[in-house]
């Protein structure tokens, strides 16, 4: 019931990227009558789809699930209109002509192009660590992963948001959680809920200046090595299942030249862009705009201090709004007709 196949040649904005940003676009683009067609590579949900709760998304005050909220984003987006190809990737992307060419060959036209591809997770590079992924060594954290760590001694990497949330949702299932950390605390990076709720819980521990330095097993992992960077000392502990929040970075290598970014990947956008001496034209930057005029960024691929989903879904929106502003502004907008041909179709 996948949808790999565009319907169209041209749209009025196509979407890259299906996680809470690229489907925030796709549910306010398709329903204010824009042709609307959403590119993702593998599953939508992006990075936050990994997560097993998120607590502090608004409108849900016992949390939901990363993978939960895709699900509804999507069916919703998919409900009013829009087009969300899945399992399909992006060759190239033309800016003057406007073109992006899909994988197997098939060409689609964009007025507009919002990218929303997110980060991907940082690896490892522990001897071992690869042979093992899958194996009791994961990558984020989903809901579906609880039933495996029922009664076993587990371990995350990481002292951020993510780590603290999937600390406390394994906590109702494994016997001991532990959050290993680099650093010698969690506030310079964890909400102070999230550290509230952590040192209340009997079964989860903290242990700081500390990293994982090897990784046991043969076809599933059973040990891990940890280092105590204060002193050298290194202890082998019974691990059960590790679970990686290292943060992520911007792959955005296959971006064309001609879409400023940063040292790091992140797409400039607004006022980076002048300050960054990438814009050229003779009027200002929309606010989430690129470098290319009519190309927009949005959620954490965009060079922004923020990384959160609420934040994506907001950008997600503000970028639509800014894809309004600029049709209007070069007359690129569909006829009414259109517009209310595609307000009136049937649900589904």
Request: hydrophobic share 40%.
């Amino acid at each position: 019931g996948l949808t790999t196949n565009p319907c169209l040649e041209e749209y009025d904005t196509v979407i890259v990227g299906g996680g809470p940003a690229g489907l925030a676009a796709a549910v306010y683009g398709a329903s204010e009558g824009l042709r609307t067609l959403v590119v993702e590579r593998e599953v939508p949900g992006g990075q936050a789809g990994t997560s097993s709760r998120i607590e502090n998304y608004l409108g849900f005050p016992s949390g939901i699930s990363g993978d939960e909220l895709a699900s509804r984003a999507l069916r919703q987006a998919r409900r009013l209109g829009a087009e969300i190809l899945i399992t399909r990737t992006i060759d190239a992307i033309d800016t003057d002509a406007r073109s992006i060419t899909l994988d197997g060959g098939d060409v689609i036209h964009g007025r507009t192009v919002i990218l929303a591809t997110g980060v991907s997770w940082r690896r490892m590079t522990i001897d071992g660590f690869d042979r093992l992924i899958g194996k009791g060594i994961y990558y984020g954290a989903a809901r579906s992963e609880a039933g495996v760590t029922q009664g076993l001694d587990i371990h995350l990497i990481g002292a951020g948001n993510s780590a603290g949330q999937a600390a406390m949702f394994f906590a109702n299932h494994a016997a001991t959680v532990t959050l290993v950390v680099r650093g010698d605390s969690l506030e310079k990076s964890m909400s102070r809920y999230l550290i509230d709720q952590i040192h209340g819980k009997t079964n989860v521990r903290v242990a700081l200046q500390t990293e994982v330095r090897g990784v046991d097993g043969d076809d599933h992992l059973t040990s891990i090595d940890l280092v105590d960077r204060a002193t050298g000392d290194v202890r082998r502990e019974v691990c059960g299942g590790l679970f990686v929040f290292i943060g992520a970075d911007a792959e955005t290598g296959w971006l064309p030249a001609e879409i400023a970014r940063d040292p790091r990947g992140f797409v400039l956008t607004g006022e980076d862009l002048v300050k960054a001496g990438r814009w050229s034209q003779d009027r200002d930057p929309y606010l989430l705009e690129t470098s290319v005029p009519g190309f927009f960024a949005c959620g954490d691929v965009r060079l922004g201090p923020v990384k959160r989903v609420a934040a994506a879904v907001g950008e997600g929106s503000m970028a639509i709004a800014f894809v309004h502003q600029y049709l209007q502004r070069y007359a690129l907008l569909p006829p009414p007709a259109v517009v209310a041909a595609a307000m009136q179709a049937p649900a589904g």
